[in-house]
């Protein structure tokens, strides 16, 4: 009897885990919001960073990144989310750090296209215009899209680092649809058909090699996506095989949806250069909302019942961050196993951005333009469940009354109306002549509302932290005095305007001046101290005069000339020799002169007791 109600007992326990185990594995992703995975990683961060937990994440600290690949991605994210950040102040770091640039050869890079397309992505997250972005050496606009896009090709090809300068010079060319003018060095058609024509046979792309990889491959698709919609076909040699292709963009991109699918592991994560990471993953996920399709849903990018979303939500750490990987990736030698990583956490940012995006019917995470209106939208829903309809009995009539809506939408929002294809294959396959409704059907043309600048106003509370400035600034005060200074240029006039101004301009030029100091002393080190282990005494001179001007610094400059503690090394060994060969020379000096003294004593006694015995002899004598 005891047995049985045992066996009762146990049997309960398996139907409750067999009741609650699938749940749990189906909830995994559904458990956490996107918004919370974000909040997570923007809490870590800040952690990382040393800030304040409810302050900004675009500190002080942080705006120093400003320019560079650790600091531009995650303002993007935050502003792709709506979060509420310092991004005023890291437009004027940026802007400031880009006209120091644009003075020095190369501007921005001599081979890397992607420093102006990754740096007008993070002025457009942070409200400005890349356009027009400070001024050059010759006291003209900077215009970021143009001289890294459509015409770098004047100075270094677009694609002098790989494909990757074709695909993010479309993405910053597309973030707002800008125009290219008649006499630009590449059209839109030539950046396409350069994608395009690196596609492998298995519809995947690389940086190099000839095996698909699913981050180069969804960042192709990223660019491509606002040309899904688009009839248009391009004719291209293939650079792996030398096959002549004409295909349409839709055609290409189908291939590498199919190409991504099969290389999605069951876990629902990729694997590229051998390694399973989490920035594979949110790249597929980025692509996917670009393209309008539903990552969680779409039947091809569900392994085991793994979404995307469970695929990378697998480097989730208990601190908020992500990993990048659980194995250590050559690939990636700063990355550490197990650990929360910022280059993941970045990415994983802008990826939950994206599909935050998607879910609420937004534009996609590159196109900066104004939302679309609500009229505009109504249009296209109306238009993809008209689409949605569609059998084999659907009437011509309909179908070009369907055809008829979609041309007179604005070209450049043609794009988000999903399942387009379906309409278009089925009107063909009627003999509906497309390209003659494309023709007749005048698009209506909708105004973007760029918006007014609002009025800045520089506040009592900068105004206080302008005359809190040390009377001896250094470096550190960098990123509040060009903060400040761009707020104070574009602020409203006040009393005073021009005292602060006067100040301000100063303090910055100060600042330069400090920096300036601090790259020579780099250079200088470089070029005259390295390797240590070659200086010798005849250094000396040349270490001292460094160390000098090393030691003239602040200790928070100090921190920032390259190999510091090697200078304090090296000076301090030269200081040891030389105190070495001064005491053995004084020692020496004291060794002879003790030597002579008792030389010359002996002497005097000798002749002390030579003059005793003369006398002595003297004296007998006269006795």
């Known amino acids: 009897m005891k047995e049985a109600v045992k066996m009762k007992k146990i049997l309960a326990v398996f139907i409750c885990i067999a009741l609650i185990f699938p749940a749990c594995l189906s909830a995994k992703a559904e458990s956490i919001s996107v918004l919370e995975i974000a909040e997570g990683i923007i809490s870590w961060k800040k952690t990382d960073l040393g800030a304040d937990e409810n302050g900004f994440l675009l500190n002080s600290s942080f705006l120093e990144l400003a320019g560079s690949t650790a600091g531009d991605w995650y303002p993007i994210g935050l502003s792709r989310l709506g979060k509420d950040d310092n991004f005023g102040g890291y437009l004027a770091v940026l802007k400031d750090n880009a006209e120091a640039r644009y003075r020095e050869q190369g501007k921005l890079s001599s081979a890397k296209a992607t420093e102006w397309h990754r740096i007008a992505l993070a002025v457009l997250a942070a409200g400005g215009d890349p356009t027009n972005f400070g001024l050059d050496e010759n006291g003209q606009p900077i215009d970021l899209i143009a001289d890294g896009t459509y015409d770098r090709g004047k100075t270094t090809s677009l694609g002098r680092q790989g494909i990757n300068g074709w695909i993010w010079g479309l993405i910053a060319l597309d973030s707002k649809r800008y125009e290219i003018p008649e006499n630009a060095y590449y059209s839109r058609e030539d950046i396409i058909k350069e994608i395009l024509c690196r596609q492998f046979s298995d519809g995947g792309f690389a940086l190099s090699g000839k095996t698909a990889d699913p981050d180069i491959t969804a960042m192709a698709l990223q660019a491509l996506s606002p040309y899904y919609n688009s009839e248009k076909r391009y004719s291209y040699t293939l650079k792996s095989t030398g096959e002549e292709l004409e295909k349409t963009v839709r055609e290409a991109i189908d291939e590498a949806i199919e190409c991504l699918s099969e290389l999605q592991l069951g876990t629902g994560d990729f694997k590229s250069w051998g390694t399973e990471n989490a920035e594979s993953t949110d790249q597929v996920l980025v692509a996917l909302c670009c393209l309008g399709i539903d990552p969680l849903k779409d039947e091809r990018f569900i392994k085991n019942g793994n979404t995307l979303l469970d695929g990378i939500l697998k480097y989730k750490m208990a601190d908020g961050g992500f990993a990048h990987s659980f194995t250590f990736d050559p690939e990636n030698p700063t990355a550490v196993p197990n650990s929360s990583n910022s280059m993941a956490g970045e990415q994983t940012l802008y990826a939950i951005a994206a599909l935050w995006r998607f879910q ?264």
């Open 360 to 623: 609420n019917n937004m534009r996609s995470l590159y196109d900066f333009r104004p939302e679309q209106s609500e009229a505009l939208k109504e249009r296209i829903s109306l238009l993809e469940t008209g689409i949605s309809e569609i059998t084999e009995a659907t009437d011509e009539e309909k179908l070009t009354e369907l055809l008829t809506a979609f041309y007179s939408l604005p070209e450049n929002e043609r794009s988000y109306v999903k399942r387009y294809w379906a309409l278009s294959d089925t009107a063909r396959e009627k003999g509906i002549d497309i390209e003659k409704i494309a023709e007749s059907t005048v698009a209506e043309t909708f105004e973007e509302n760029n918006g007014e600048t609002e009025n800045v106003i520089f506040s009592e509370s900068d105004k206080r932290t302008a005359e809190a400035l040390p009377q001896k600034l250094t470096t550190e005060q960098y990123v509040t005095v060009t903060a400040l200074l761009d707020k104070l240029e574009r602020s409203k006039d006040f009393e005073g305007k021009a005292r602060y101004l006067e100040k301000l301009t100063k303090a910055k030029a100060e600042i330069a001046s400090v920096q300036s100091e601090i790259d020579s002393l780099n250079g200088e080190i470089l070029e005259k101290l390295y390797p240590y282990d070659s200086i010798t005494l005849s250094d000396k001179k040349t270490v001292d005069e460094i160390y000098a001007r090393y030691e003239a610094l602040s200790e928070y400059e100090r921190a920032k000339i390259t190999g510091s503690g090697d200078l304090v090394k090296t000076k301090t060994k030269l200081d040891n020799i030389l105190r070495g060969i001064i005491i053995a020379l004084i020692l020496g000096v004291i060794a002879v002169v003790t030597a002579v003294l008792l030389v010359l004593g002996i002497c005097k006694r000798r002749r002390k007791k030579e003059r005793e015995m003369e006398e002595l002899e003297e004296r007998y004598k006269d006795e």
